[in-house]
């Protein structure tokens, strides 16, 4: 089938998908963009997330068809005209980052936090980034971008 | 012969400046300062390149099928089903698959025999136009399997338990030293005890992966893996091809921690599917099928025996280790070698033993040996200190070896007490004047409906250093490409090298652009037994520092036209280096809770202060530090891969049963590092901190938890399933 | 995964008419059925996607209840203002289950047929009448520290997950459902099941029913209701024990009670003995305890999940005896 989707603000199309692939197949072998990562492929690690219709979302679980005229935003999308977007910056500065795998999908988790929450204690940071999992980092660095971006 | 994956560093050499009439020296030192990650703008953005992202045309996918027995044979593969299936191109079996020259590493003889040495070994795989085509014919594959009879479970009296003569790493099985069970007797003070540890899973975030093609009789391999050079020449082994024809690119890892340490089935399979059909070919395995392909961490069970005579000085130390292995390969978890130089005691006994049973083979996880064994050794420790009313810091202090204890070799330099005194002052353990202010009696701390307690622990890893080669070239004066086959699974080892670069050649880091993640740079050793930097970083300090020389001697100081290269191996520094016991040491604190009323445990604050030789970039250190003591933490609490003994599968095979720990678990993690100097290592001063953080995180956390509650958890990890009905 | 079709459903008649008919599966959220598809254990032919379907509206009735379209997100639902002061217990259920990116996706309904997390049911390599009736139960003997230690069978030990379908049960919610005989309800307690011995069955949904809202009916009490879950892992875990409570005490006596169990069985526990051995009862620890004892005497652990029935027993007692303390 053919599923017609925004991704980043562009009308794209993928042909010949099955509807058993889900949304990050289609973002990551048909569309060219692969940012985000598969890592379990049942929503249990959140290296997938993207936005989808502005809530963030595990791609893996989204059937492709459900993707059809939605509006899908990836780590690819965020940054604007001139340059990083401010969580992507606070990643950068606060060392947030070690082997970059889980990267994509908590910056746009953390994107969304922000959205919703401007100014995320402690707790609330660490409950609300539970569903992505760093193996590297031991999330301290994380926490602290967080921060850094909310304080931006 | 393929697009180049050398992507340029973010920090271009200063353009449009007038032209410089000599190489400039550095105004200051690059090592030791907070350098940026290079890598770190491409990941944020999503851009930068993992094993299957990388853009192939015309690739094709594969999907791996597993046994489902434990022991036996494959009597028959049935691919008619899936060869008729839309999309798939072919299936790959014992019976069609291309024979491979073997290369001593069992595991990587994929569909080679109809023999099932464990369940999950590849039995087949199929190659289609997509992913979804590739997983839909492998569920149309029909195995048949003949399971015999197997024996899946580690036991402390297993029959087949036996003592090999090498232990992982090279170390002898055993060691003794006097008369342990004399010194026992001796002892005014006894811990017997036997403390178990589950197998666990590494559980990188990025699976194993590869893209695999053929070139003109060139295999040109994407591979995830921590150790290119060994990946490209087993495969150049494997399919016996000229070493020069295989190249392997690692440029970005999403994790490893032992699981990518050599090459593992995938990147075998990728390539001999690619060649099946004759274009290239992605394999990505999936995170279930990882529990039984990728390797894990041996179940461990350890008896610790500890005797100290009345003031604390400890007259034996025993430890016995047994682990398993599986049919294919001797793996022995060197979980008792510690033991043999952590503390002084004038008798002294470690053993291990190992059995071979129809399993996967284990294979490293971070700090294999000294994760398990601390966690046996230095609860042990804090038993022997509540048995005999010590305070467990100053009983660790008491017992510091003025040389290796067994060895007798001095130590390159050893800082064990001092990040003990350290620890314990910042922890709120001592105060000030180095007093115990710390409330030794268990089950006193109340908060709520929770019980607090806290606990120490001591860390250590060997410093290791293995030959590299590493390649400099000047091409004007301000341009200096640095090209090392590290691996950076994210440790930081791409911008740590570019900063020991910087200092070699006396340039400021602007001026060094650096290439690692590439078998055709060079041969250069692992990522991984936290040695590096240290070996990485030797062979780029002795090219770079060849380099600034040659210029300055043969050039005046000027680079010429058409540059300057030196390319350096390190075997023969490396091998001629005087005998010293090198190891990094730490001491870490940890301040846990338990719930009385659910028997939830939960990490309050955890505290590692560690003597690492020089740390390079404080900012990556740390991370490191944190993200080791939090797995360890992990470890301590959630991790554990259960085996059902009559499938002798792991039964917690993704991520959904494997509980690593989540941002919510993890608490405030301090870290600090002493100023360790130490000219027995490398030109470099460095000690490796990649594993050290995860070593005694278990332990310290089991004291706390018995500092707590009164409860001695020998098994890990420390659920509320133990807790539970013994609170009250 | 098996190829399948799939279809946007248009109306709700339609797509009832449809899956009673074919034996086809509805699709809302996709956060279980998309994963079990993945491994097998689910192969519908075809896949009806309600998502587009206009249940999506929380509506706090006047009587003090509300109704909650079988759409709505978790996420929706558990930050509604009305939800959070009216049934205080459905929002923390919601909160504590799964993270952030699941409650987007998951709907109320969806979460309500979710299938067990038990390891032999989601391995179709392995033995699990669930899956298969009259293949055998590979947990009873294997790895079942989170399987049932209330009302299971020799069949099947497996647990229902929801940590919302607790709360439901604490409040006696019902379910409206659209058969393709017209619209129906049933209240939750009718709408799960032991297993038995047909374990294959989840639920008591008639085929191809669809879930079409969730009503949680006025209850005074249940603003004075609080759930707590317990698991080792602080986040993101499926429960090893939880709680729901609704607890009404005046002059320390309880006029009335509410509990209920999760993760103890195939269907969320609703504590009837000891809610009976309460009511009337000085709101005391001893009663607490003799209350949660009377219930758990059904309990029959296995091997290895022996440790809930103290878990519950100190859940009751201490949720209890918190609610007790803080109505002072």
Known sequence: ?152 | MTSTQRQPTQSQPAQGQPTQSRVQDAAQRSVGTASPRIEAWDKVTGRAPYAVDHPVPGAAYAWVVQSTVARGVVVDVDTSRALAEDGVLGVLWHGNAQRLESVGDPELMVLQSARIAYRGQVVAVVVATSPEAARAGADLVRVREDGMTSDTVLRIDHPALYQPVQVNAGYPARSAIGDVDAGLAAAAVRVDATYRTPAEHHCAMEPHATTAFWERGCLVVFDGTQASTAVSETLAGLFELPPQSVRVINEHVGGGFGSKGGPKPNVVLAAMAARLVGRPVKLALTRQQLFAVAGYRTPTIQRVRLGAATNGRLLAIGHDAVSQTSQLSEFVEQSAVLSRHMYAAPNRLTTHRVVALDVPTPVWMRAPGECPGSFALESAIDELASAGNWDPVRLRIDNEPAVHPEEQIPFSSRHLVQCLQEGAERFGWTDASGRVVRDPRPAVRRDGEWLVGTGVAASTYPSLTWPSTALARATADQRFDVEVNAADIGTGARTVLRQIAADALDVPIAYVEITVGDSAIGPATVAGGSMGTASWGWAVTKACRLLRERIERDHGGRVPTGGVAVRADTTLEIRDRPEFSRHAYGAQFCQARVSTMTGEVRVDRLLGVFAAGRIVNPTTARSQFIGGMTMGLSGALLERSVLDSRTGDFVTGDLAAYHVAVSADVPRIEVAWLDEQDPHLNPMGVKGIGEIGIVGTAAAVANAVHHATGIRVRDLPIGLAQMIGKLH | MKPFAYQRAEAADSAVATISRTGAAYLAGGTNIVDLMKLGVTAPDLLIDVTGLPLRDIEALPDGGMRVGALTANSDLATDPVLRTRFPAVALALLSGASAQLRNRATIGGNLLQRTRCRYFVDVTKSCNKRRPGAGCAAREGEHTDLAILGASEQCVATNPSDLAVALALVDARVELLTEGGPASMSVHEFFRLPGDRPERDTNLPPGALITAVVLPATPIARMSTYRKVRDRSSFAFAAGSVAAALDVRDGVVQDVRLAYGAVAHRPWRAYAAERSLRGAPATVDNFERAADEELAAAKPLRDNGYKVPLIRNLTVGVLRGMTEASW
């Open chain 1, 1 to 152: 089938m053919r599923v017609n989707l925004t991704v980043n603000g562009e009308a794209r199309q993928a042909d010949d998908v099955w509807p058993g692939e889900s949304l990050l197949y289609v973002l990551r072998e048909r569309l060219g963009l692969p940012g985000a990562k598969n890592a379990c492929e049942q929503g249990e690690c959140g290296s997938c997330t993207v936005y989808l219709d502005g809530t963030p979302v595990c791609a893996c679980l989204v059937a492709a068809g459900q993707a059809e005229h939605r509006d899908v935003r990836t780590v690819e999308g965020l940054p604007g005209p001139d340059g990083l977007d401010p969580v992507q910056q606070a990643f950068l500065s606060a060392g947030a980052v070690q082997c970059g795998f889980c990267t994509p999908g908590l910056v746009v988790a953390v994107h969304d936090l922000l959205a919703r929450n401007p100014t995320p204690s402690d707790p609330d940071i660490r409950e609300a980034l539970a569903g992505n999992l760093c193996r590297c980092t031991g999330y301290e660095n994380i926490v602290a971008a967080v921060k850094l971006a909310a304080g931006a």
